[in-house]
């Protein structure tokens, strides 16, 4: 018997040492870490790890919901003056279907001093552009934050950025790394929540 293990082990080392069998282990990062990376390593990450980051970031804004943003937030908007974390939204929530409120909501990707917004379009963004995509999410979140704002809503990019959107003094701020999560709820995850 244990000249089988040992030549088992021998054998699965072998082959992993040949390239075969055992594939790298990498250690999971959490979301706040993942929006401080380049946006382009989510589109490596599979899509269920996308949704799971996804979810936790979604989990994160339920419970700092309210609170004073001194601390570091996920989604820090400015309301009265202070600065606070946004309401939260629930991790089934499909923030690339922007809701029709009637009202229609201005808003200008054009910022001078923000990075420019990619038009190419990408597989893990459902098939739409970063811009496409941050302009859904702009949408559906200040409807559900309840933002009305008087005039053109500048809507930047903001990779690497330690918060995944932020609405300060008019300017929306979106980490594209959250627009990849994002992407991963909706009807491409329904068939893999059944699983």
Known sequence: MRRWVAG???????????GVG????????????????????????TPSSRLELYREVARISETEAGQAAQALVLFPISQHGELV??????????L??????????????DGRASERWPEDRRESLQGLSEREAAELVARTLLSHWR?????????DRASGAPYAVAYVDGIL??????????????????SGAAQ
């Open 8 to 18: 088992l082990l021998l054998s699965l080392v072998t082959l992993t040492g040949c």
């Open 22 to 45: 055992g594939t790298p282990v990498r250690a999971a990062l959490g979301a706040r870490q993942v929006l401080t990376s380049p946006p382009e390593l989510l589109e490596f990450e």
């Open 85 to 94: 974390a946004a309401p939260g939204f629930e991790a089934r929530t499909d």
């Open 96 to 109: 690339l279907q922007s809701p029709d409120a009637g009202a229609r909501l201005e808003l200008s990707f």
């Open 147 to 155: 933002i009305a704002p008087s005039g053109v809503v500048q809507v």
């Open 173 to 190: 701020r979106i980490n594209p790394a959250f627009l990849y999560m994002a992407a991963a709820q909706g009807p491409a995850s329904l």
